[in-house]
Structures are given as structure tokens and as C-alpha cells.
């Protein structure tokens, strides 16, 4: 892919994360430019979770700063960072189980469509306007994840591949600028990490940014533009598919100094 | 699936509109009605805390201390300065949305039970203030001469007309409140109980909601505070003690607190015990309370509301 501007929408500067003693990332320095698709791979423990963590506000960093389009957040809430275009999803689903699919999706909607309290109590006609715009927002998201049929089942009656697409479509909802999966193709079978890996691009051919964790070697290799390598909260490499896979330090942290 | 019919609705209000007038032609539950406000008062309760509990998931044990700051406003600005008793419902309720901000915003704030721990301290104070500060709220002895209700001339002064007044309140709220579930801000707070990270994930700010159902139930059990002083014209502090607290979350544990027709059904249930069935226990009808909290978190843990689920499942089965 041909980026015109080389734009970086997401920055890293010399960011550190210390849990008490352990150093889950030690000065990392990392960019994402804007209409990529990029990839972090790491054995476990890697600190991959943790970098998606502190770019979507879970906790803020130790030191270091997170410049989303050229501002900072690294001190800003979650709920904050969402508003301002970044979504999620989670390496162990996190759907809201006790809800429709169709209502999973209108929760996403959450940061760009809101009614005020007395509004919703009293039903005044600006909430049903509202309430009506948001449930057809998420209908059409409901389309394009191809989980349309299904949008009156309870979230949590759905097989994990399909889960797993719930949650894209919710982060998508939100009509984020930049997405981070976090494993969007853990425990999925053969067709369903193609379904999912077709989503992902398709999402991408809209103009979002996607930043994800996987260790699905196929995906990576097939939809990332550039791949970023984490072992031990540092960046060990960096670049396109092709020079990831050839790197000799990343085959060394995956299979061990020996070979 | 969280939706609320409309026919159970009306069902409900036919029964609502209907029960005194059946209860006064059977000598034997001729009193029934008098139960029915007090059950009515403590639906305006309930409401509020399936929504702060089983919805959104904060467990509060201090909500005797709103009904009682709603019940003790309206009764010194009526009966010791003379003021007319409906804007002294509003400022109890103004002073409730205050008290729970300041209580609720800090402990909110944390995760975890922080707010059981902080409305239980705050309770015993409550309680503590109505029993000490006997020149405003008359100690221990309570407070007499708290004035009846009336609208444009019309007195709420027998039974009859008082229970549709209360009963037009707790309908009042029963709807703005399942219009919140079913909106927005009703995903909000459900999608909080399930996963704080991923609501504040997708935007909702968590410590907000929290706050803001906290002050409603606090609204709600204040309103309902001054529903009760301007009906029995008398209140003492033994009304709005810790166990009175626990009387609500049992109301709510009964009749199960994930759906808004448990706190319906608790709080009926509950009254009618207290008042009428178990009238012969006396003191041990603690002991009784104790059974039922125990044998619906083992049995049913949806409360009354999850029964017909649970029986729907043996016939599956």
C-alpha cells in the first residue's frame, strides 16, 4: 500500500511502563502512520497487551508521552481517548453478554450520540430522534460485519468467531479513526480467521487505521503493512512483513538463540 | 430482551386502580389499602436501587438515611416554620442530590465496594443526627404535627386519596425510570456491571453514571421520605435505622433486582409481611427476614422474577 502522507495519527516517545519492579516496556519508541495497517508481534509477556493498555487509557504510562494526531493523551481517561477516535477490542472477549447483538453495537455508538438524563426519563422527541439514528447506525454496522440476522440474540449465545466480530463491529460503531485489536483471531478456526481477516481489510479500505496484536503468523503476513516486534518491553524490529520474517533477532526471541 | 412490555404495564395499573375499591367490599383486608401506600413508599425506594444494584451493579446499605433526610425535611419546614409541604418535598430532595453526590462521588470513584462501605458509615451518622439533634428533630421522641397533603383546595386526608396520590407517584417514576433502562443510558450502566473496561472503552464514563443513578435512587428515597411524614404526620428516628437499609435490600433480593418489577414485587411482598403475616413473630420476625435472604440467594438468585425461568427450564429439561 501507497502511503500519501505519511502522517504518523498515533506516536510513542521513550514510553515506560513499570509495575513495581518489572519493566512490562522500557523506553519504547513507536509510529503509526495514518491508514495502516500495523502489526505488534512478541512472545507472551512481551508487553503487547500493556502498549494497548496504555494507548487506550486503561493506566496512564510511568514516563513517556502518547501523542494521538499530534496531541498527547497519555493522561486522559479512557472514556476520553475514546472520544477523541480510538476503539478497542479485548484479547478475552469482553461483550456485554446480558445484551442483544444489536445492543452491544448501539452502545458503541456511546461516544458520538448521547441523551441527556431527564430526556431519556421523559422520552422527550429530540431522545426517540436520537435513539431511532442510533439504532439504525448499528444496523448498518450490523450489515457490514454480516451479523445482521442475528441482532436480537443475546451477545453471549453466539459461537466465539462470531463473538469476536461483535466486538469489531462495536469498536467500529464508535466510527473510530484508530483501532486496536487486541488478538482479534485467538481460538478462531481456518474460516473464521479468514472471515475476520476480510473484516480487518475491509475496515481498513475505509480509511481506519488498524494497530493489532495477533500470533496468528498467517494473518500478520497476509494484511499487515509494517510489523513492530516487542521481547521484554523493547522493540527489537521493525518493518515490512518480508524483512520481519528474515530478521534474525525476531527468530531468535521466537525459537530461542540455538538455531 | 430487557424490554417492558406494555400490557404487563396496564395490568399493573388496572390492579393498582382496582385494589382499594375490591379490598373495601371484603371486611377481613379492609385495611389492605393503608398497607398498600406504605408498600407504594417503598416501591419509590426500590425502583431507585434495582436500578443502582442490579443494573448497574453499587451496592448501597444506606438509603434508610435518604428516606429519613426527605422525612425529616419536610417535616421541620412544615411543622416548625409553616411552610407549605410540597416545595419542602423538592428541597429534601435537592438536599438528598447534594448529600449523595458528596458521599457517592468519592467512594464511586474507586473500584470495587467502596460505596457499601461508605453508605453504611454514613447510615449510622444519618441516624445518629435524628436522635441527637432532638431541637430540630425532636431526639428520639420524633416529631408530631406534620401537616396532611392537599392540591388547590383538595385534601389527600383519607386513606383512600392518599393512596392514589402515592400511587400516582411510584407510576410516575416506575416510567421515567424503565424509560432510562431502555435508553442509552440504561446500555450504559448494564454495560458497566458486565465490564468497566470495555464501557470505558467505548466511551462511557464510568464514575459518571455511577454518581448520577446514585443521586436518583437518593431523589427517589427522599421523595418517598416526605411521602411518608405527610401521611403519618408523626416520624421518629427508629423509621429510618440500619435495618431498615437491610429491609430494602431484601425487598430487592426478593423479588430480584436485574429486572424493575422485582423491586415492584419485593417491596409489596415485604410490606405485607411486616405489617400483617408475620404480625404473631414479633420480635423474631427478624429470623424470618433472615430465612428469605437466604433461601432466594441459594434458590433463586433472579428473586421471584427469575421463578418462572427457572421453572420454564425443568420442562425443557
Keep these: ?259 | 430482551m430487557l424490554r417492558i412490555g406494555k400490557i404487563p404495564i396496564a395490568v399493573f395499573a388496572l390492579f393498582i386502580i382496582a385494589f382499594p375499591w375490591v379490598t373495601h367490599e371484603i371486611p377481613s383486608i379492609e385495611h389492605y389499602t393503608d398497607i398498600m401506600i406504605f408498600a407504594g413508599i417503598y416501591c419509590l425506594i426500590t425502583m431507585g436501587l434495582s436500578l443502582l444494584m442490579g443494573y448497574t451493579g453499587q451496592i448501597s446499605i444506606g438509603h434508610a438515611a435518604f428516606y429519613g433526610i426527605g422525612a425529616y425535611t419536610s417535616a421541620i419546614l412544615t411543622a416548625q416554620y409553616g411552610l407549605n409541604p410540597w416545595p419542602c418535598i423538592i428541597v429534601g430532595m435537592a438536599i438528598s442530590a447534594v448529600i449523595a453526590v458528596l458521599v457517592g462521588a468519592p467512594s464511586l470513584k474507586l473500584k470495587g465496594h467502596y460505596l457499601a462501605m461508605a453508605t453504611l458509615a454514613f447510615g449510622i451518622i444519618v441516624y445518629i443526627i435524628f436522635n441527637e439533634e432532638a431541637a430540630w428533630t425532636g431526639g428520639p421522641d420524633g416529631m408530631t404535627g406534620i401537616p396532611g397533603l392537599s392540591l388547590f383546595g383538595f385534601e389527600f386526608d383519607s386513606v383512600k386519596k392518599y393512596y392514589y396520590l402515592v400511587w400516582i407517584f411510584v407510576f410516575a417514576a416506575f416510567i421515567f425510570t424503565v424509560n432510562i433502562i431502555q435508553s442509552g443510558i440504561g446500555r450504559a450502566l448494564r454495560a458497566i456491571h458486565v465490564s468497566e473496561p470495555a464501557a470505558s472503552a467505548m466511551g462511557v464514563d464510568i464514575s459518571r453514571f455511577k454518581i448520577l443513578v446514585f443521586v436518583y435512587s437518593a431523589v427517589l428515597a427522599s421523595l418517598a421520605g416526605s411521602l411518608y411524614a405527610h401521611y403519618l404526620n408523626f416520624i421518629n428516628p427508629s423509621t429510618f435505622d440500619l435495618f431498615f437499609s437491610i429491609k430494602l435490600l431484601i425487598m430487592i433480593a426478593l423479588g430480584g433486582m436485574y429486572n424493575i418489577w422485582g423491586a415492584i414485587i419485593g417491596a409489596g411482598l415485604i410490606t405485607f409481611l411486616s405489617y400483617e403475616w408475620l404480625y404473631y413473630f414479633q420480635e423474631y420476625e427478624v429470623i424470618v427476614y433472615g430465612a428469605i435472604l437466604l433461601l432466594v440467594t441459594i434458590f433463586f438468585p433472579k428473586g421471584l422474577v427469575g421463578v418462572p425461568g427457572i421453572v420454564k427450564g425443568w420442562f425443557r429439561e
Aim: a negative charge; proline letters at 4%.
Design chain 1, 1 to 259: 500500500m501507497n502511503f500519501v502522507e505519511e502522517e504518523n495519527i498515533l506516536e510513542l516517545n521513550r514510553v515506560v511502563m513499570a509495575f513495581g519492579g518489572l519493566m512490562a516496556l522500557s523506553n519504547l519508541n513507536f509510529q503509526v502512520k495514518k491508514g495502516m495497517i500495523k502489526a505488534i508481534i512478541g512472545p507472551n509477556g512481551a508487553g503487547k497487551t500493556t502498549l494497548f493498555n496504555i494507548i487506550t487509557g486503561s493506566f496512564p504510562p510511568t514516563e513517556g508521552s502518547v501523542m494521538f494526531k499530534g496531541l498527547p493523551i497519555e493522561h486522559l481517561k479512557a472514556h476520553k481517548i475514546a472520544e477523541r477516535g480510538i476503539s478497542r477490542t479485548f484479547q478475552t472477549v469482553e461483550l456485554f453478554g446480558n445484551m442483544t447483538v444489536l445492543e452491544n453495537v448501539m452502545l458503541g455508538c456511546h461516544t458520538r450520540v448521547r441523551s441527556s438524563f431527564l430526556s431519556s426519563g421523559f422520552q422527550l422527541p429530540q431522545f426517540r430522534r436520537k435513539e431511532a439514528q442510533v439504532k439504525e447506525s448499528a444496523m448498518k454496522i450490523l450489515k457490514f460485519i454480516g451479523l445482521v440476522d442475528k441482532f436480537n440474540d443475546p451477545a453471549d449465545s453466539l459461537p466465539l468467531g462470531e463473538q469476536k466480530i461483535l466486538e469489531i463491529g462495536r469498536a467500529l460503531a464508535s466510527e473510530p479513526e484508530l483501532m486496536c485489536l487486541d488478538e482479534p483471531a485467538a481460538g478462531l478456526n481456518e474460516t473464521e480467521t479468514y472471515v475476520a481477516s476480510s473484516l480487518i481489510r475491509a475496515i481498513n479500505a475505509k480509511g481506519i487505521t488498524v494497530l493489532l496484536v495477533e500470533h496468528d503468523m498467517k494473518v500478520i503476513m497476509n494484511i499487515s503493512d509494517e510489523i513492530a516486534v516487542l521481547n521484554y518491553g523493547q522493540k527489537i524490529a521493525e518493518g515490512s512483513p518480508q524483512e520481519i520474517q528474515n530478521n534474525r533477532r525476531v527468530i531468535e526471541a521466537y525459537l530461542g538463540s540455538e538455531i
